[in-house]
């Protein structure tokens, strides 16, 4: 199997796909139209990326190309509903940088605190402003507040209490329940965490979450309060929490911006970068060697499960529920040609296939198949199948 490594991955990962037989060829610097030249030459069947934009016309170049790998969480730089039409599969590996996200997000709540960035920049300056940075409120007893509760969410919950900070929390799927087993207060609303000393946000983007962090929201903060994303720049309206910055005095830990640069050296020149109350990184919340390694071991994982059993762990583009209206159950004779007929059973019936799984019984002399179809399953089209040969029994089951 070829596998296109677009990205740097750490070399532990690298011998382990080539000692276990892959074709493997890597080239870090990819992007864009080389991304796609590549792709041509190689016809990779995977493509393993990290910060690389993945989009549709790459998806072409390659026609081999079955699965894609993001190793890292977020899989928003790949044309995810492209691939899924195109029966590629998408994966990600969710919850192994957490750590290292959670102990930024923790650095840059100290640095906008005690504006460590900037007593850093004086010094060097020859500057000696101890007055200046001696107004610092600190973190004991601060409510932080939490938007998104996933791996990373409750990495930061651990620390916080480390850090004697109260959490209040909002989550789709958070409950009271779960809320008093961490420890923590559910907030009534997403709303309601904006009243926190400390905002922290820690969602994945998506249609429903760009721009969720806007100007309301910011106004909701109070006078002084500390934000901090580490998630993405676009959940969060970049003009809205500038003005908050100005405004209200808001000061800003930031480790991602809306118009960041995709690769690994650019220049940048963000309105909120310029700004005294603005503590920014350059998008490394992942970029530890702890970090890097588990996520290379997590991509390796995927990619040898789909070789050797077809099964793709951490896929995010399946279907979430089949459209499928019924469910045919038809025992049968473990023989060559059986399944084939029925199939062509409902082709003519123009009934379509969304799942099938054939279960094999001890000795390989019966079998159940087991097949999600969407249409109504006429007598005429049930009987045709019952008579075909080697077929024992047919059943029908309407799905909710």
């Known amino acids: 199997m070829r596998v ?17 037989g892959f074709a493997l060829r890597t080239n870090a610097s990819l992007s864009g ?13 995977v493509l393993v990326v990290r910060s690389t934009q993945v989009p549709e016309s790459a998806l072409d170049a390659a026609a081999s190309l079955g ?39 923790f650095g840059l709540m100290v640095s906008a605190d005690r504006q460590i960035p ?13 007055k200046h940075y001696s107004a610092a409120e600190g973190l ?7 938007v998104g509760l996933g791996a990373i969410g409750l ?23 779960r809320a008093k087993e961490l420890g923590i207060r559910a907030a009534a609303s997403l709303q309601d965490v904006a009243a926190a000393d400390v905002v922290s946000v820690h969602i994945a983007l998506c249609a429903d979450t760009r721009g969720m962090i806007d100007a309301d929201f910011l106004a909701a903060m109070r006078p002084g309060a500390t934000f901090i994303n580490t998630a993405r720049g676009e959940v969060v309206d970049q003009a809205a929490l500038l003005e908050a910055v100005r405004t209200k005095g808001i000061r800003a830990g930031l480790d ?31 970029s530890t060697t702890q970090s890097q390694e588990a996520v290379a071991a997590e991509a390796v994982r995927v990619i040898q499960t789909y070789r050797d059993d077809g099964v793709v762990p951490n896929c995010v583009n399946l279907c979430q529920r ?55 399953v006429c007598q005429a089209t049930l009987d045709l199948i019952r008579g075909a040969n080697h077929v024992l029994a047919v059943s029908l089951v309407e799905l909710q």
């Open 4 to 20: 296109l490594v677009a990205d740097a991955l750490p070399s532990l990962a690298l011998d382990t796909l080539s000692g276990a």
């Open 322 to 376: 089949s459209p499928a209206t019924h469910l045919l159950v038809i025992r049968h004779r473990d023989e060559v040609g059986v399944l084939a007929g029925v199939l062509d059973v409902l082709r003519v019936a123009e009934l379509n296939v969304q799942e099938m799984e054939n279960i094999i019984f001890d000795g390989a002399r019966a079998a159940i198949a087991r097949i999600r179809v969407v249409g109504e």
């Open 67 to 105: 699965l894609i790998v993001r190793a890292g969480a977020g899989t928003n730089t790949i044309a995810v509903a492209a691939a899924a039409e195109r029966g590629i599969y998408v994966a990600n590996c969710p919850g192994k940088n957490s750590a290292a996200v959670a102990e930024l997000a």
């Open 256 to 286: 991602v911006f809306a118009d960041e640069p995709s690769g690994g050296e650019s220049t940048y020149s963000g309105p909120l970068c310029n700004e005294e109350l603005v503590f920014a990184t350059h998008h490394i919340g992942a």
């Open 155 to 177: 990495e930061m919950v651990r620390r916080a209490k480390g850090f004697d900070m109260p959490v209040v929390a909002w989550s789709r799927s958070l409950t009271r329940a």
């Open 33 to 45: 139209p080389a991304l796609e030249v590549a792709l041509q030459e190689f016809d990779p069947e």
């Open 140 to 146: 004991a007893g601060r409510t932080l507040g939490l």
């Open 118 to 130: 900037n007593a850093v920049r004086d010094l060097r300056d020859g500057r000696w402003r101890k």
